[in-house]
């Protein structure tokens, strides 16, 4: 019951990096019209982001990071990231990590969320269980079951305790592909041998 309420739950750390983090000033503001202006323009959004980006308190530029999120900005919110990244008080967090890569999975850019999972795994941070469903997700609807099965066995590997969520997303999801699906439903038997899993007839497998 417990692991339920800890997979779907969004919870932040209590700290200062995400104190505030839903008001947005109106230097944030500012910033967000003005990067969206010129996002088409590589030199003036490099002299915009000179002048104005760096400019930000820590809490702004988290405010422009999370609103660009929330709009579906991603290649900006990327950029955004990589300059708090820079940041003399950045430190490694696992909230701002989950929620990037979280959201470019679901606009389906997975080559961009490989890369800043690769970076969150080289600064020795694990992700949650959504962050792996979402992106076990993305992956499947991106069409590449490879990488879907490459996070899932990182997923493994995490300290924290397996959970359903991600198991259940890629067995529903590799049902294209029986025999990957058997080998995800025989390590969720064994973890889950209470939990029922759900097998279609036969005859759906192969199918899209």
Not at 159 to 165: A, D, G, K, Q, T
Not at 189 to 204: A, L, N, Q, S, T
């Amino acid at each position: 019951m417990n692991s339920s309420v800890r997979c779907y739950h969004d919870g932040r750390p209590r700290g200062p990096l995400w104190r505030g983090k839903k008001l947005i000033g109106k230097e944030a503001l500012f910033v967000i019209l003005g990067i969206k202006r010129f996002k088409d323009d590589e030199d003036k959004l490099g002299k915009f982001i000179k002048t104005q980006v760096f400019r930000l308190l820590k809490m702004d530029m988290i405010a422009v990071l999370t609103e660009l999120e929330r709009q579906e900005e991603v290649g900006l919110a990327l950029k955004m990231f990589r300059i708090i990244q820079k940041q003399d008080w950045y430190k490694p967090d696992v909230y701002l990590y989950k929620d990037l890569i979280i959201a470019l999975a679901k606009n389906k850019k997975m080559e961009d969320a490989i890369q800043v999972w690769e970076s969150m795994r080289q600064e020795g941070l694990f992700p949650d269980c959504q962050t792996y469903a979402e992106v076990i997700r993305g992956f499947l609807r991106y069409g590449s079951p490879g990488d879907a099965m490459n996070v899932y066995e990182d997923m493994k590997k995490s300290p924290e305790p397996p959970e359903e969520l991600p198991f259940r997303i890629l067995m529903k999801g590799l049902l294209p592909h029986p025999l990957l699906r058997n080998k995800v439903k025989q390590d969720f038997e064994e973890i889950f041998p209470d939990r029922h899993v759900y097998d279609p007839p036969e005859e759906i497998f192969g199918l899209r």
